[in-house]
């Protein structure tokens, strides 16, 4: 069994809370917008990390990341990458890597909307865990929490944190 923190669109802002919230966690996936090389780097210094650059992200992030991440996870296929979409709205590139790499599930970000959705058609699990940064239109940073136990995705949990907060 692994337990996942998963966020996305930190846009640079690193929040020590990250660390509270994924304690329990064997790994932190990042669906992009990472926003600095630093901040991955703290990320990966307190747990495993998983990710893939966004459209904001620079050089630095660009050369260590990836677009698209597929990987396996105890018996599950994910697909990871920034921009993704959500059941009948997914981007043309995502649906292409959808239909190549057939996931059980699928992670993504960039809309700042938190979205938990099962695709019939595709039989696959998509999620955006919203933004966890303070850049963007949100008004509560989210992050997700989950296990993977073999072929099963459960225990979800959101946690909700004030866009602006004092630390």
């Known amino acids: 069994m692994k337990r996942i923190g998963l966020l996305s669109d930190t846009h640079g802002y690193f929040d020590e809370r990250y660390f509270t919230h994924f304690a329990s966690c064997d790994e932190i996936w990042h669906c992009g917008d990472i926003g600095s090389d630093d901040l991955a780097e703290r990320l990966a210094a307190f747990r495993p990390l998983r990710a893939v650059y966004g459209n904001i992200d620079g050089g630095a992030v660009r050369f260590n990341y990836s677009e698209f991440l597929a990987f396996r996870c105890e018996e599950v296929n994910v697909l990871m990458t920034h921009i993704g979409g959500y059941p009948g709205r997914y981007s043309p590139q995502a649906y292409r890597k959808i239909l190549a790499d057939k996931p059980?599930?699928?992670?993504?970000?960039?809309?700042?909307?938190?979205?938990?959705?099962?695709?019939?058609?595709?039989?696959?699990?998509?999620?955006?865990?919203?933004?966890?940064?303070?850049?963007?239109?949100?008004?509560?940073?989210?992050?997700?929490?989950?296990?993977?136990?073999?072929?099963?995705?459960?225990?979800?949990?959101?946690?909700?944190?004030?866009?602006?907060?004092?630390?």
Do not use: W
């Open 104 to 167: 059980n599930l699928f992670v993504c970000g960039h809309s700042h909307i938190l979205k938990v959705q099962y695709d019939n058609t595709l039989q696959m699990l998509t999620m955006n865990p919203g933004a966890a940064g303070i850049y963007g239109f949100h008004q509560v940073r989210t992050l997700l929490r989950f296990e993977i136990d073999g072929r099963d995705i459960r225990n979800l949990e959101v946690i909700e944190m004030p866009k602006h907060t004092v630390i």
